[in-house]
């Protein structure tokens, strides 16, 4: 199965009086890597349920290959959508290699492939027996993500999924993550407050403010100065460190 593409066709959500999402239009390639960042309540999360149909958009429409999402079942939707969040969610009474299966057991579909899933997100095919609780957070989420493509989905969406991560796990797996996306042909939206892997791993950034996408840029251009002001001043964050790093580095050896 090829790459899927994604489009938001003037997609909003209300709560009452609030906009979370506010007339989104947007189309993302087939086989892209996108990052959508932005600052907390700004809409996030929202938009990337109406891709799964978590939220119905109270307006508008999300087509996936030309689709609307909203045609069909949403379980044999959500089948077909890998969503990874921070909160992991993993069955604590079942086994690795039980939670990794739950998708295509419930559907009565073929059983998952446990071990070609281990291999895949780079854990010891020996973890399958194990109880979530004997995992580090780590390992966890790499379950978590093995579960998310044990249906064979092929768009794969991530919110906030390496939050709960020390620092150098969550580079490892962000860098595993874009390998993964490359290797099996992924179409996936990361969903990141952290500018720097957005600019890092994704091909594409979007930077949401008050329920908009404002700003619409690769990583090069954003380097460059380009994206406008609300993307530079995120991507200033990581670039004043890196900067104060480097001041730093040069007092301490001078
Ligand atoms: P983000 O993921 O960027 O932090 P969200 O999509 O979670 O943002 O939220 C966007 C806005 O919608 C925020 O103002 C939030 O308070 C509001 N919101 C989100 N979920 C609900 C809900 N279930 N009921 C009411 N308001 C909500
Ligand atoms: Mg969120």
């Given at each position: ?14 709560y ?6 506010d ?26 349920k ?13 087509l ?58 780079d ?6 027996t ?38 150098v ?43 908009r996408?404002?700003?619409?840029a ?15 001043a ?12 480097r ?8």
């Open positions: 199965m090829p790459a899927q593409s994604l489009r938001f066709d003037a997609v909003s959500k209300a009452g009086e609030t906009l979370a999402v007339g989104v239009d947007l189309s993302i390639a087939a086989g892209s890597f996108v990052a959508l960042v932005g600052a907390s309540g700004s809409g996030k999360s929202t938009l990337l109406t891709i799964n149909r978590l939220i119905a958009p109270t307006a508008g429409r999300v996936i290959d030309g689709v609307d999402v909203a045609d069909g079942p949403a379980p044999a939707l959500r089948r077909r959508i890998g969503y990874v969040f921070q909160s992991i969610g993993l069955f604590p009474h079942m086994s690795v290699a039980e939670n990794i299966g739950i998708g295509p057991r419930i559907a009565g579909d073929p059983p998952a492939n446990v071990a070609r899933l281990l291999d895949l997100v854990l010891p095919r020996e973890i399958a194990r109880m979530p609780e004997a995992l580090s957070g780590g390992q966890r989420q790499r379950v978590a993500i093995a579960r998310a493509l044990a249906p064979g989905a092929k768009l794969l969406l991530l919110d906030e999924a390496f939050g709960a991560l020390d620092p796990t969550r580079d490892a797996l962000g860098t595993e993550i874009r390998a993964l996306h490359d290797r099996l042909e992924l179409t996936t939206i990361l969903v990141t407050h952290d500018m720097a892997e957005a600019l890092l791993l994704a091909d594409r950034v979007l930077v949401m403010q008050a329920g996408i404002v700003a619409d690769t990583p090069a251009a954003l380097l460059n100065g380009g994206g406008g002001e609300a993307a530079q995120l991507v200033a964050v990581p670039r004043h460190q890196a900067d104060r790093l001041t730093l580095a040069q007092e301490r050896t001078a």
